[in-house]
Structure formats: structure tokens, C-alpha cells
């Protein structure tokens, strides 16, 4: 399912978004916390390999989405609704 870009969203969308971001950011932050650990214990374990990288590959995705917590934040300042 295609996300919706965020200016079309309604205002009670928008902060229904804006609540759930906020949940998956603590998540999103042991998420991280764990890749990063992952990969650092399998460098000193095993050296460079598959598992010091492929964890690094689902930091992209946390970061993506604290863009878009960014946007959504930018969003409900800009629509006045909180």
C-alpha cells in the first residue's frame, strides 16, 4: 500500500499520525541500539562479514523513518494543531 504523501492529509489524519510516530520512536530507538550492537559484536567476534553489514542495512530504514516523523512533525506545527 503507497503511503500518501503528507500534505494531503486531513488534520485529524495528520495528528493520528503524529501520535503513532511518536510510540515507534522508542522502538525505533532500541531498534537502532540493537543493529548497531549486532554488528559491532560480530566484528570483534568474526571480523568483517554478512552480519557486520546486514544490520546496517536496517538502520536505513529507522532513519527513514525519523525523516518522516520530521515531516509530519513540520506539518502539525505548520497547520497549528497542537
Known amino acids: 500500500m503507497?503511503?500518501?504523501i503528507l500534505s494531503e492529509f486531513t488534520d485529524a489524519?495528520?495528528?493520528l499520525e503524529?501520535?503513532?510516530?511518536?510510540?515507534?520512536q522508542f522502538i525505533?530507538?532500541?531498534l537502532f541500539g540493537v543493529m548497531i550492537g549486532v554488528a559491532t559484536?560480530?566484528?570483534v567476534k568474526n571480523g568483517l562479514g554478512i552480519l557486520t553489514f546486514f544490520p546496517?542495512?536496517?538502520?536505513?530504514?529507522l532513519v527513514k523513518n525519523r525523516?518522516?516523523?520530521k515531516g509530519v512533525d513540520a506539518f502539525v506545527k505548520?497547520?497549528?494543531l497542537q
Open 2 to 4: 503507497p503511503q500518501k
Open 67 to 69: 525523516s518522516r516523523k
Open 41 to 43: 559484536y560480530s566484528t
Open 28 to 30: 525505533n530507538a532500541v
Open 56 to 61: 546496517l542495512l536496517f538502520i536505513q530504514m
Open 13 to 15: 489524519e495528520l495528528l
Open 78 to 80: 505548520e497547520r497549528n
Open 18 to 24: 503524529s501520535k503513532r510516530m511518536k510510540s515507534m
